[in-house]
């Protein structure tokens, strides 16, 4: 219903302000995101390290990812945006637990922007920046992290256009840590500061983060996202640390890596990552950094094929394969899934079709 009534006001409604308006409109955005994959998944249980023991498989249809995204500017200097994903179960939490944006944006020159609203938590690396749609397989910690807060951001972006640094405001993402409401209700804030740095061959998505896990009571990151692009050839490495104590700086961190090469219309790509939390003991409930289970580590690894039909942008076909093992460090047990899934993405850009109904001015 939520799609079909934003459908109604773009496409029925009169929508295009005529250019003697007072405020002009033009949208930016107007797009549909559909991913649907055939899964395949077996898990298994490794606790002896010698072989595996399979304890079930998984397979099927599904539908892994939908989305709607509505973005323009009007007046001078103003733009908004508003992506939903539409899920078939409500916010845990929050009114907005299912959006991705909602937000205002006000850039008075080429160098300053500020925004307010629902947006993405400033936090570094290439892994976290990605679209979800494009995530096949995944660290741990980024399944579980709740990016999508309610902030306030200042942004400055320098005379080369190299450097752009990011100051935040926002609801902590432990908020919504295993959807409960008594912790929403205690207002936990994070701040951040973020450097997006773009020379060329070499970009960089650094930040240090200040998340409230209690009242007055810190999970410190510091996150390092580096990217590598030579012609089709790209690879990014990512480090971020959760200090919980200085004494254990390197316990709770998360690293990755993705290396990917594009020939034509064929992208091919493999991706590793490692996720471990021993800086803590004891409940998750309890913990500084619960996203990440104390006393266990997490190792994926995969690799996939993207291919976009010659001549169609907006279609993308994959297969993708990879393996993680989660180990319990205390028990001495290893759980691990091995994934293959083949599947298609659909983006929809429907600024292509109705430019001209939708942006009259133009």
């Known amino acids: 219903m939520q799609l079909s009534l934003v459908l109604f006001f773009l496409l029925v409604v009169p929508i295009g302000l005529r250019a003697g308006d007072s405020v002009r409109h033009k949208f930016t955005a107007l797009q549909l995101e559909v991913r649907i994959d055939g899964n395949f998944i077996s898990n298994y249980n490794d606790t002896l390290c010698s072989k595996l023991a399979t ?63 629902q947006d993405v938590v400033a936090l570094g690396g290439f892994e976290y920046d990605a679209a979800p749609i494009d995530v096949y397989f995944s660290s741990f910690y980024w399944t579980q992290f709740s990016c999508y807060q309610l902030c306030l951001s200042a942004s400055y972006t320098d005379k080369s256009e190299h450097n ?31 450097w997006n740095g773009d020379f060329n061959h070499f970009k960089t998505l650094y930040s240090v983060n200040f998340f409230e896990r209690k ?30 104590d200085i004494k254990k700086y390197f316990a709770d961190f998360t690293v990755v890596s993705r290396f990917d090469v594009r020939v034509k219309n064929v992208n091919m790509f493999v991706k590793g990552g490692y996720d471990q939390n021993m800086a803590e003991e004891g409940p998750i409930e309890e ?14 690894y995969g690799l996939g094929v993207e291919y976009n039909p010659k001549g169609n942008k907006d279609l993308s076909i994959h297969f993708c394969v990879s393996n993680a093992v989660e180990t319990d460090v205390a028990a001495k047990e290893r759980y691990g899934a091995l994934n293959a899934k083949v599947g298609v993405i659909w983006n929809i850009n429907f600024l292509r079709y109705f430019e001209k109904k939708l942006n009259p001015t133009k």
């Open 55 to 117: 304890s079930g498989n998984d397979y099927g249809l599904k539908g892994q990812y939908f989305a709607f995204t509505v973005a323009g500017e009007f007046g001078k200097g103003f733009s908004y945006m508003y992506k939903q994903a539409i899920n078939a179960a409500v916010g845990a939490s929050s009114l907005f637990d299912n959006m991705e944006a909602l937000n205002i944006q006000y850039s008075p020159n080429q160098h300053w922007a500020f925004r307010v609203g």
């Open 164 to 194: 752009t640094l990011t100051l935040q405001f926002s609801n902590s993402p432990y908020v919504h840590f295993m959807g409960t409401d008594e912790e929403w209700k205690q207002g936990l804030f994070g701040y951040s500061l973020l």
């Open 215 to 244: 009242r007055g009571s810190f999970a410190n990151y510091i996150a390092l996202g580096n990217k590598f692009e030579f012609g089709p050839c790209s690879l990014y490495i990512d480090y971020q640390n959760r200090a919980t």
């Open 287 to 300: 913990a500084r950094d619960p996203m990440m289970t104390p006393g266990r580590s997490y190792l994926f």
